[in-house]
């Protein structure tokens, strides 16, 4: 072999090596898994206001803004009116893989959870519904349920990481003031902290810090 051919050779193995090095970071470089939870939206006779309902296409807006700059992998996420249907809804929209845990079956969470406050958010629930992957947990009724699913919810993002070798971000969309030890949504932030998840909040009320 002359030295021309030794050159040429040398310089395809190179190249085979960049692509697949190329392509080894391609893999690793994929999306985050998204895990969200956050208010919903407030009664029509809420007296302390946490998540009103003329926030909504502000907070739609900060969400479409956060999906634009993660770029999640998948997302995993209740179904409630408020902030989980709005992740839901923009990670439709963005064809994103959706993963939805119901506390309870979907007929009475759509009751208790979804329709039960100001807005069309019962169409949206069907909706999401149908296009997503649902599994309904069947937890005791109440808090303890709601509490349950939080670690559920952080369980499943963290098995869908693994299995798509990424890494997972939680995502809390709330007035950023937990209400007291009751607090689903502050639960599951400081449930999110405790497992060493990256935690990014976005704000219900315009004059939260």
């Known amino acids: 072999m002359d030295r021309r051919a030794l050159l040429f050779g040398a310089a395809g193995f190179a190249l085979v090596g960049k692509a697949l090095l190329m392509g080894g970071n391609e893999k690793t470089s994929s999306g985050r898994v998204l895990i969200a939870a956050g208010r919903r939206v407030d009664a029509a006779d809420a007296t302390v206001p946490r998540f009103p309902a003329s926030e909504v296409a502000e907070v739609r807006r ?58 069309n958010w019962g169409h ?9 992957k649902v599994e ?8 303890q349920g709601y509490l349950e699913t939080n670690l559920r919810l952080l369980d499943r993002g963290q098995a869908l990481a693994r299995k798509y070798s990424t890494s997972t971000q939680a995502l809390v969309v709330w007035n950023k003031k937990t209400r007291g030890p009751d607090d689903v949504t502050g639960h599951f932030l400081e449930q999110a902290k405790l497992r060493k998840i990256p935690v990014t909040e976005i704000a219900t009320l315009r004059h939260a810090k």
Do not use: M
């Not at 949206?124 to 997503?132: M, N, P, R």
């Open 124 to 132: 949206l629930y069907d909706q999401v519904l149908k296009t997503s």
């Open 136 to 143: 309904v947990l069947k937890l005791p009724e109440g808090q």
């Open 62 to 119: 900060k969400i479409q803004e956060l999906f634009r700059q993660y770029k999640p992998r998948a997302v995993v996420c209740s179904a409630a009116c408020g902030a989980d249907l709005i992740v839901l809804d923009v990670a439709g929209s963005r064809h994103v893989e959706r993963y939805v845990l119901l506390p309870s079956e979907p007929e009475k969470f759509r009751r208790t959870s979804v329709t039960d406050r100001p807005g």
